[in-house]
């Protein structure tokens, strides 16, 4: 299957910082991104959409000011966590699809572990 | 809106037992519906699908599941256990918002020596 990645794989910050992650896909052209969020122990929930050259499409309840996502090319996506607080703790885990339509596959990198002090 | 189920939120089976991890499904429109396994800190990787086909699907490392509309499932079964298969179990179903997946809560798969 197609690979993705992302970086760092974990992550240490102070309340207030700003955090950067990279979503990339390494053999193939991702039109879509998707970030998921998941709590210890629970499911993954969707943050966002993002389609190539556009804005994201923020789930409701997501603060699309805090979590700041950014698609510019078909192999990059890169998510901003703007001033980090310790509920913003979580792992972090990026999909892309080749296609415009969630029918298509979804191959998902291996997280980002936050970790907010 | 559309939504999955997971009855059980841990299921312990002997090696070389059956594996039956179960999936409910609610949707107003034909479901695409999916299998992934979490390992410790990785990503989901994708075990099979269904996507209106075959109604028997067979996946990765011996899994399969059956949709069955009747009963709204599309329950994930293995005939025989491995220990390598002690992982975490997601279903999910296409329609979360703009096109993202719908995870169930998962199932913890521990595998009994």
């Known amino acids: 299957g197609a690979v993705v990645s992302q970086h760092p794989s974990w992550v240490i910050c102070k309340s207030g910082t700003s955090v950067k992650i990279e979503c990339r896909s390494l053999d193939f052209q991702a039109t879509t991104m998707f970030w998921y969020r998941q709590f210890p122990k629970q499911s993954l929930m969707l943050m966002a959409t993002?389609?190539?050259?556009?804005?994201?499409?923020?789930e409701q309840g997501v603060e699309k000011d805090k979590f700041l996502i950014n698609h510019a090319s078909l192999t990059l996506s890169t998510l901003t966590v703007t001033s980090a607080h310790p509920e913003d703790s979580s792992f972090y885990i990026c999909s892309a699809s080749g296609g415009v339509s969630a029918y298509n596959e979804q191959f998902f990198g291996p997280g980002t572990r936050l970790t907010v002090l | 809106a559309q939504s999955v189920t997971q009855l059980g939120s841990h299921v312990s089976v002997s090696e070389g037992a059956l594996v039956l991890l179960r999936c409910n499904y609610s949707s107003s429109v034909p479901p695409y519906l999916f299998w992934y396994v979490q390992y410790p800190n990785q990503g989901l990787q994708l075990l099979l699908k269904?996507?209106?086909?075959?109604?028997l699907v067979k996946g990765i490392n011996g899994f399969e599941a059956e949709f069955k509309k009747s009963e709204t499932s599309f329950h994930l079964t293995k005939p025989s256990a491995h220990m390598s298969d002690a992982a975490e179990y997601f279903c999910?179903?296409?329609?979360?918002?703009?096109?993202?997946?719908?995870f169930g809560k998962g199932t913890h798969l521990i595998i009994q020596p």
């Open positions: 993002s389609n190539e050259g556009s804005k994201a499409t923020y």
């Open positions: 999910a179903v296409v329609g979360g918002g703009a096109d993202g997946l719908t």
């Open positions: 269904y996507t209106s086909a075959a109604t």
